[in-house]
C-alpha cells in the first residue's frame, strides 16, 4: 500500500495511473482537490478496488494520522504543492501555507506513525518527495548544469517555499532519522497538465483561435522532462535510492519558449490545421515579462543514471507529439477544466 499525497494533480495522477498499470500494490490517494487536482485525471480507475481518492489536505494532522493508522502504507510519496509561479507572484500566502506549513505537518504525521511501526517494516519504509529544480535559482547561458551539490538559490516564493520544504524534509532525516528520498525535477510536460502551463496553453488557446501569449522575448530556457519519465525516476528511486540522498530527474532537452511555442504550432499546422489555411505561429502575441524571471534551468541527471541506471526514454520530439495528440484526442476533458475561474486568470495574467 502507498499513500499519495497530490495525487490528483498533473504529475501525482500520471504517477498513479502508471504506478497501477505496472503493480496490483494498492494507492490511497489523498488530494486537496484545488483548481488543479482534477478528479477526472483519475477516471479510468472508477471502479477499481486497488485505488481510493480521499478528499483532504496534508496540513489536517488528524485525517493523515487516521489514514496511515487505517492503512498502514509502507511508503508516503509526496506531490502536494501550490506549483505556478505567476500564481505564487499574485498570491504567496497559500504557497507558504501549502509547501511549508503543510509540508511540516504530513513530516509530523509521518514521523509519528514510522516511529511506531515494527522494527523490519519501520526500515522498509520510505518518504519520497517530489520537488524542482527552480529551488536552484537561474543560470547564464554558459554555466555548467544544476547538480545535486548546486546552491539553493530560489527566487521567486513558489521556489523559496519549495526549498524550504526540501529542507524540512532533509532535517527530518538528519534529526529524526525518518527515512526520505527527494527528487527535484525539471519542467513536466503531457497528458492532463493544466492548462495554465506553457504548452497546454498554446494548445488549447491555439486551438481556440486565441492569442499565443509569449513572455518577454521567449527566450527563456527550461529542460523539458515527459511526465512519464518523470514517473518512472520516481519509481526507480523509491524502490533503490540511498536515504536521505537528492536525485535530479531531467529530460536532457533544454529548449527556449519560443522555440516550444514554434514546434507546437508545427505539429498543430500538420495535426489539426486552420480552417483559414494559415499557420498557428501568426496567434503569437507578445507580453510583459512577468517579474523576476529566471532565465535558464539545466538539469545533470546524470547521478541518478550512474546509481540507480536511470535514464529518460522520450526525446523532446517524441514526448511534445504524444502530448499534442492527447489534448487533440481530449476536448471533453479540456472544456471541463476551463471554468469561468480559469478564464479570468487568463484575462489577469497575459495582458499585452
Known sequence: MLLVTGGAGFIGANFVLDWLALSDEAVINLDKLTYAGNPENLQSLQGDARHTLIPGDIGDAALVTRLLAQHHPRAVVNFAAESHVDRSIHGPGEFIQTN??????????????????????????????????????????????????????????YSASKAASDHLVRAWHHTYGLPVLTTNCSNNYGPYHFPEKLIPLLIVNALA?????????????RDWLYVKDHCSAIRRVLEAGRLGETYNVGGWNEKANLD????????????????????????????????????????????????????????????IRKTVLWYLDNPDWVAHVQSGAYREWLQKQYQS
Open 209 to 221: 483561435d486565441k492569442k499565443l501569449p509569449v513572455y518577454g522575448d521567449g527566450q527563456q530556457i
Open 100 to 157: 511549508i506549513v503543510g509540508t511540516f505537518s504530513l513530516l509530523e504525521s509521518v514521523r509519528g506513525y514510522w516511529q511506531g511501526l515494527p522494527p523490519a517494516q519501520k526500515e522498509a519504509f520510505r518518504f519520497l518527495h517530489v520537488s524542482t529544480d527552480e529551488v536552484y535559482g537561474s543560470l547564464a547561458k554558459d554555466d555548467p548544469a544544476f547538480t545535486e551539490a548546486s546552491h539553493i538559490e530560489p527566487n521567486s516564493p
Open 260 to 319: 516550444i511555442v514554434h514546434t507546437v504550432c508545427a505539429l498543430l499546422d500538420e495535426l489539426r490545421p486552420r480552417a483559414d489555411g494559415k499557420p498557428y505561429k501568426e496567434q503569437i502575441s507578445y507580453v510583459t515579462d512577468r517579474p523576476g524571471h529566471d532565465r535558464r534551468y539545466a538539469i545533470d541527471a546524470r547521478k541518478l543514471e550512474r546509481e540507480l541506471g536511470w535514464k529518460p526514454l522520450e526525446t523532446f520530439d517524441s514526448g
